[in-house]
């Protein structure tokens, strides 16, 4: 029998709302996993991808997961790998700075095998790439195998990429896929395979409401798969509806009646009523004690208020929506993926962009036409509610981070020295 913590979206240096210690928080839900498996015996904590969320860490963040692998290893539990997109370097990864130093394990097409159960890694490839996978692994004399990868995968929500492509083409059995990407927990059964995402360890959105957590794997004669919630900071959703005349004083009485203290209080407006200034009850709440407060009011403006409304509650939201919504073709979606989550180096990205086009136009004239029944699809999904609970949902924070730097020299990457 073989058991793991399959976890993964760490995303360990977001500075979610541009707060300090929302830094702090991913590292200590990582920190908590890896004390979790010590505390358990487990045979292996099996990470699958988005270990940090930039592919730039800083200092500080790249010292902190350093100690927290360090805690892992003196419990002589192996860490398994695969790199995410947000992480994706176009050379050597951070993972594999911690694998040089035998605090990990970068999963690959040869099997690592921990207790009767043979471990392989597929990193995150763009979708412009994922034709020419041949999906070859080695052979393995194991009871039982696992493809750990990153992606977003059908048959769940907004899945490009298809697990039973994977399993039915691989040169290896697998008895299970261990997921990362989707910032929401699930398993599906696929292909006489459990296929399962574990879930982010913090919320990385305010579309993310449900409890963090991970799974626990167990390979024995079948597969086992249960859930283990994290001890995460308090996240307060409130959801006001106002009648008519209602207004500031209805929304900061809803307010008042929740516990705040050091919380991130997300409240949502709808309804009718008078207009409500998102300051004031902003500030409201942090008068009350809460660590970070955003108000967002969904009742209908007039199209001039919208083309000039611009939020910056939740950039990682708005960029994901706004994506969704513009129903980009195929060809746009890769030309996307290329600038803001592939492994090309900011230096090249013009030069590839330019490649990609001119390959697509010398194959297909209509490669790059919007895709109508995705904008459509995309429509009905926002008349649904929310967006998915992914790793693109904070893509647009690399951008920032990069274009306004760290916070001081002491946070400075370390890039350079591998």
């Known amino acids: 029998m073989t058991r793991v913590i399959h976890t993964g979206d760490t995303h360990v240096g977001y500075q979610q709302y541009n707060v300090p210690d929302r830094r702090d928080d991913f590292l200590d839900a990582f920190r908590q996993v890896v004390r979790d498996a010590i505390a358990d015996d487990a045979d292996a904590v099996v990470h699958a991808g988005d270990l940090f969320h930039d592919r730039r860490p800083a200092l500080a963040d790249i010292m902190g997961t350093l100690s927290v692998l360090e805690e892992l290893s003196e419990a002589s539990i192996p860490f398994l790998a695969v790199v995410g997109n947000h992480e994706a370097k176009r050379d050597a990864q951070w993972l594999d700075l911690y694998e040089s130093l035998g605090l990990a394990t970068r999963l690959d097409d040869e099997p690592t095998v921990i207790g009767d159960t043979a471990f392989y890694g597929l990193d995150f490839v763009p979708r412009s790439q994922r034709d020419d996978l041949d999906y070859d692994f080695a052979a393995h004399d194991a009871d039982s195998a696992a493809l750990v990868t990153h992606g977003l995968f059908q048959p769940f929500d907004y899945g490009d990429w298809d ?9 290896v059995a697998f008895d299970a896929m261990l997921l990362g990407d989707n910032h929401d927990p699930g398993k599906q059964r696929v292909d006489d395979a459990w296929v399962t995402y574990c879930g982010s360890t913090e919320r990385a959105s305010a579309s993310e409401r449900e409890d963090r957590g991970y799974n626990i794997v167990t390979f024995d004669d079948e597969v086992r798969i249960t859930r283990r919630g994290l001890d995460t900071r308090e996240f307060v959703f409130i959801d006001v509806e106002l009648g008519p005349e209602e ?25 009718d009523g008078d207009p409500v200034t998102p300051a004031s009850v902003e500030s409201f709440a942090l008068d009350r004690g809460a660590l970070v407060a955003r108000v967002t009011d969904h009742r209908e403006i007039t ?6 409304d611009i939020s910056f509650a939740d950039p990682d939201d708005a960029v994901t929506e706004r994506v969704r919504d513009l129903g980009l073709s195929e060809a746009a979606h890769d030309i996307d993926e290329t600038i803001r989550a592939s492994k090309v180096a900011d230096a090249n990205v013009k030069d590839e962009v330019e490649r990609h086009v001119r390959e697509l136009l010398s194959e297909e004239s209509d490669a790059l036409t919007a895709d109508t029944e995705a904008t459509a699809s995309a429509d009905a999904d926002d008349t649904d509610g929310g967006t998915p609970a992914n790793e693109a949902d904070t893509d647009d924070d690399v951008a920032a981070n990069e274009a306004g730097g760290t916070d001081n020299e002491s946070q400075a990457s370390v890039e350079e020295f591998l």
Not at 247 to 271: C, F, K, T
Not at 303 to 308: G, I, N, S
């Open 303 to 308: 199209a001039e208020e919208r083309e000039t």
């Open 163 to 171: 697990a039973e492509e994977i399993l039915t083409e691989s040169s």
């Open 247 to 271: 207004g500031v004083e209805r929304v900061r009485s809803r307010v008042g009646q929740h516990d705040l203290d050091d919380a991130v209080v997300i409240v949502s407006i709808s309804g």
